[in-house]
């Protein structure tokens, strides 16, 4: 049997070799800047004092104390009767006088009447339960509100954001190659 020659050859692969890291980041978020004050609300409150008007002028007129004017009103508008009830005893004493011839004694007897007395007068004013007038006048109270308020004051902050790089390394791992191998040749032959 004949044998041929044969040529080998080999060939080996290129490897790339990659070594990498992954990168990291780093997010942080400040928390927002919250500012909130408030106003308290105000209340005023004003209460005017109310008016007590007491009028006691008829009950200081019905003891007799009330004011001058009216005492001598009363009197001179009584003065005009009190004088005609006077005049009237005048004559009933004159017609008196005039009996004398009946046996009565008219002299003693008109002496006996005669007395100074002004009770006829009536200068003081009418005695009432109802002398003194009270009257109240009440005063609404003075209500002054202001609202009070809330201030709110939000500042958002920005994120902060950081990165960092990973590693990328590319390299041959393994070069390619190519062996041939040629046969054996007997040169003998």
């Given at each position: 049997m004949v044998s041929f020659p044969h040529i080998q050859i080999r060939q080996t692969p290129a490897l790339?070799?990659?070594?990498?890291?992954?990168?990291?980041?780093?997010?942080?978020?400040?928390?927002?800047?919250?500012?909130?004050?408030t106003e308290?609300?105000?209340q005023e409150i004003r209460q005017p004092r109310g008016e007590l008007e007491i009028d006691q002028t008829k009950a200081w007129d019905a003891l007799g104390r009330g004011p001058v004017l009216e005492s001598f009103n009363r009197i001179y508008s009584q003065a005009?009767?009190?004088?005609?009830?006077?005049?009237?005893?005048?004559?009933?004493?004159?017609?008196?006088?005039?009996?004398?011839?009946?046996?009565?004694?008219?002299?003693?007897?008109?002496?006996?009447?005669?007395?100074y007395n002004f009770s006829e007068f009536d200068i003081v004013g009418e005695a009432s339960y109802d002398n003194v007038d009270i009257?109240?006048?009440?005063?609404?109270?003075?209500?002054?509100?202001?609202?009070?308020?809330?201030?709110?004051?939000?500042?958002?902050?920005?994120p902060e954001y950081e990165y960092y790089r990973g590693k990328l390394d590319i390299y041959m791992q393994q070069y390619p190659k190519v062996e041939i191998t040629p046969p054996e040749i007997d040169y003998q032959a």
């Open positions: 790339i070799g990659i070594d990498a890291d992954l990168g990291t980041q780093d997010i942080r978020q400040p928390r927002a800047t919250f500012e909130m004050t308290r609300p105000q005009h009767q009190i004088a005609m009830q006077g005049i009237a005893r005048i004559v009933e004493n004159g017609n008196r006088l005039a009996q004398i011839h009946l046996k009565t004694n008219a002299i003693a007897d008109n002496a006996e009447q005669i007395r009257f109240y006048t009440a005063r609404r109270p003075e209500i002054n509100v202001i609202d009070g308020k809330v201030n709110l004051q939000t500042h958002p902050n920005r």
